[in-house]
């Protein structure tokens, strides 16, 4: 029995709002999971699982009509869908009594359930939220039935908030596989039956990193579970370092190879690190035009010769100033303020010889 495993897509979340591609990003998340459900069908799965959060909310009935249209396109495919965290079910919604395509199978009690597939021998136990938190550890109750000869679970949580489990516990129960939902980012867990496949497209800058599903084969002897990169974009962190030498023109130029060998369509936050002329800082907003820039931090600081300067102002405020700093262990708080402080020193200093004061 061949299955894919996914979790977190978030339809209808809207990323990078304010940013250019935040509307296409949105409309990405619809024909990724359209991808993923064509892609199910090319490589011969029996069984999709879905472990919530297939929806950012509660969906509209528009967008259950949207999904379900997709789910139901691949009518070779049994679909299993549990709610999540972020798309619990609302008694009076749309969503707890939608009707699905005759492949689709929504596990929608909050309290554990099991539906047997009676093609692939296979029962698929599950559990649904009610609310945004739920802390009970109901998963760790749930264990294999005999009537399917394949036992799945379903299952969102496994922090605290969100149906704690002992992993050691889980293990113990001996489900063929357990198709965790509810963390945005890929892993695995011992023995290798366990996962979670993260959203199939990032859904922030800290969602760095391979971004996909998990697809499993489960026979008689041997079981197998890989996860498989498949989203459109990622987010890349990237650092750049400069040094007071360094011409604006040539720290764009390599901002703009790096983002190039990386891929322009990956989304990016930048860090520039190191240091700039006194009084020259780089206009780092600038670089904005490289590619899809989310973020940019300075980390740059000024290139002050600090034993130049100490004996210059051996006998001043600026001296003194300096002293008090370099007294202490730095830390980049402190060096943060040393450099604020002798900035404003400095160009008072400035003013004061230009108005002949
Ligand atoms: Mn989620």
């Known amino acids: 029995m061949r299955l894919m495993h996914i979790a977190d897509v978030h339809l209808g979340c809207r990323p990078d709002v304010g940013f250019a591609w935040s509307g296409e990003r949105e409309e990405e998340l619809w024909s990724t999971f359209s991808a993923l459900v064509r892609e199910c069908v090319r490589q011969q799965a029996d069984l999709l699982l879905i472990a919530g959060d297939l929806f950012d909310g509660c969906p509209s009935l528009r967008e259950l009509e949207r999904a379900d249209r997709i789910l139901g396109s691949a009518e070779s495919i049994e679909v299993v869908i549990v709610a999540g965290s972020a798309d619990f079910l609302r008694e009076e919604s749309a969503y707890a009594d939608y009707e699905w395509s005759p492949n689709v199978h929504f596990l929608k009690s909050d309290e554990p359930e099991s539906i047997y597939l009676e093609t692939l021998d296979t029962t698929v136990h599950g559990v649904s939220y009610y609310s945004a938190i739920r802390r009970d550890r109901v998963l760790e109750d749930l264990v294999?039935?005999?009537?399917g000869e394949i036992q799945i679970l379903i299952a969102y949580g496994g922090d605290q908030d969100h149906c704690p489990f002992d992993l050691k516990r889980l293990q113990r129960a001996e489900f063929?596989?357990?198709?965790?939902?509810?963390?945005?980012?890929?892993?695995?867990?011992?023995?290798?039956?366990?996962g979670y496949p993260g959203s199939p497209e990032?859904?922030?800058?800290?969602?760095?990193?391979?971004?996909?599903?998990?697809?499993?084969?489960?026979?008689?002897?041997?079981?197998?579970?890989?996860f498989v990169p498949f989203s459109l974009r990622e987010y890349v962190n990237l650092t750049v370092r400069v040094d007071a030498a360094t011409r604006f023109k040539d720290l764009k130029n390599k901002v703009r190879q790096a983002v190039a060998s990386c891929g322009l369509e990956h989304l990016y936050s930048i860090t520039v690190d190191g240091s700039f002329p006194p009084g020259k800082p780089f206009?780092?907003?600038?670089?904005?035009?490289?590619?899809?820039?989310?973020?940019?931090?300075d980390k740059t600081v000024p290139a002050y010769d600090m034993d130049k300067l100490l004996d210059i102002h051996?006998?001043?405020?600026?001296?003194?100033?300096?002293?008090e700093f370099l007294r202490k262990p730095?830390?980049?708080?402190?060096?943060?303020?040393?450099?604020?402080?002798?900035?404003?020193?400095?160009q008072e200093e400035e003013q004061d010889d230009d108005t002949g004061a």
């Open 144 to 147: 294999p039935d005999d009537e």
């Open 176 to 194: 063929d596989y357990v198709a965790l939902g509810g963390r945005h980012s890929c892993r695995l867990l011992a023995p290798g039956n366990i």
């Open 202 to 226: 990032p859904l922030s800058p800290a969602e760095t990193g391979k971004h996909g599903y998990i697809f499993g084969e489960i026979g008689r002897e041997k079981s197998r579970f890989t």
């Open 283 to 297: 206009e780092l907003d600038e670089l904005r035009d490289v590619g899809r820039v989310c973020a940019i931090e």
């Open 314 to 323: 051996r006998d001043d405020v600026v001296g003194m100033y300096m002293e």
């Open 330 to 346: 730095s830390t980049e708080r402190a060096q943060q303020a040393l450099y604020c402080g002798l900035n404003a020193l400095l």
